[in-house]
């Protein structure tokens, strides 16, 4: 299969070293000095994009005029996902979107969303979650975080809402308190916190590199590459 990378960092690298070692061949990388154009991609199979969320509309527009599938892995963006649907659908192309692909993180999102339901009838319980990035990471929090969040406000229904910033006093019992650290070179940890006054149960998932991220890409790009439409790791997984 032939890929074409978009975004060529840190995470670019090893989506390059995972794919090659299973066999595919990097045709093409795109920087911000070396912008994406549909004719660099005519060649490609499906593009695979790591940049930043100020271009993920751009980026798909063009991988939409040359019918290139395109994998999504930059976070960032959620408030432009109709804009993207619609560009899916009109263009006709597949693409697959995940705030994580990390094969590890989307197991641990269905734990929580398990754990969520079951901490629904305990309302002892309160909930809170915690992520902590290197320093280099962009947004804040963590797109996985934001989902993780959702997952748990639609499962304990005493929480309404999420609060990401600094609390001014008390927050509301039906705030979840979402927190985040950038600090050195951690590449993602996720902790969720069940507290009563009784006991506390935390749930954690700590990524030791970049590898599982890179793998989830690769082979979220092998799967979107003969499908049209607009799908998540979710139907990937068939969660």
Known sequence: MNIAL???????????????????????????????????????????DFSSADTVIQNVTIC?????????????????????????????IGLIYASNFSIGVNLFMKIIQTAGTLFNHFEDYDVALHEIHH????????????????????????????????????????????????????PGTHSVTFDSSADSIELTHTARNRSGFALGAVLAAEWIRDKKGFYTISDMLNF
């Open 135 to 186: 320093n280099q990471k962009a947004d804040s929090p963590s797109g996985t975080a934001l989902s993780l969040a959702e997952i748990l406000l639609r499962q304990i229904h005493r929480k309404k809402s999420i609060l990401t910033e600094k609390p001014n006093g008390k927050i509301s019992p039906e705030q979840l308190h979402v927190t985040s650290i950038r600090t050195g070179s951690v």
């Open 6 to 48: 978009i975004g060529h960092g840190k995470m670019g690298k090893e989506i390059e070293r995972i794919a090659s070692d299973k066999g595919h061949a990097i045709i093409t990388s795109f920087t911000k000095s070396r912008p994406l154009s549909a004719d660099k991609i005519s060649n490609a199979d499906v593009c695979i």
């Open 64 to 92: 939409a005029q040359a019918q290139t599938p395109v994998v999504i892995g930059t976070t960032g963006w959620s408030a432009q996902i109709e804009n993207i649907k619609t560009i899916v659908r009109e263009k006709n």
